[in-house]
């Protein structure tokens, strides 16, 4: 078990569109074991491979007492009804803003068996599914902000990477 890198913002491999996963094999055993402990070392609530830059279309997840992993996950449906909760993410720390995600959604993909699976998410489980399945597509939580508080959003990024210190954020209670 190793605790692996989370790539920061800036990584090119946060902007990459991650590849679907031909078969599963015992890396993805190793690499899915490494990821549920990097998650959970951080903590966070759910873990994408591009933030550990494996560049495969892949997902940890943890909320409350569950778990699991999604290989080449799909939103397969997804409800008409949207709620805004602040995010945070472990690729961008030092911000976090509410943003609008479907309530509901059902994900289908394949677990580390190989077998088919499919979940259907709401609240705070399926918020991690959508920011995850973004991360795969090199999506990050700032772009779906309204303009204004993207731009604030990447000024404080900036003012980051400078070392100009920004006001203390205050923390999410969930990052991912
Ligand atoms: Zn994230």
Known sequence: MAILRIRQFGDPALRARANEVDRVTEVHQTLVTDMFETMRDAPGVGLAGNQVGVL??????????????VINPVISKRSRKTEEEEEGCLSLPGIAYPVERAVKVRVEGTGLD?????????????R?????????????????????????????????????????????????
């Open 128 to 176: 991690v599914f959508q920011h995850e399945i973004d991360h795969l597509d090199g999506v990050l939580f700032f772009d779906r902000l309204p303009e204004d508080l993207k731009r604030e959003a990447l000024r404080t990024l900036r003012d980051q990477a400078l070392g100009i210190v920004a006001p203390p954020p205050v923390p999410p209670e969930e990052v991912l």
């Open 114 to 126: 190989g077998e088919a699976l499919r979940i259907d998410a709401e609240g705070l489980q399926a």
């Open 56 to 69: 495969e279309r892949l997902f940890v997840w943890q909320v409350e007492e569950e778990h699991g992993v």
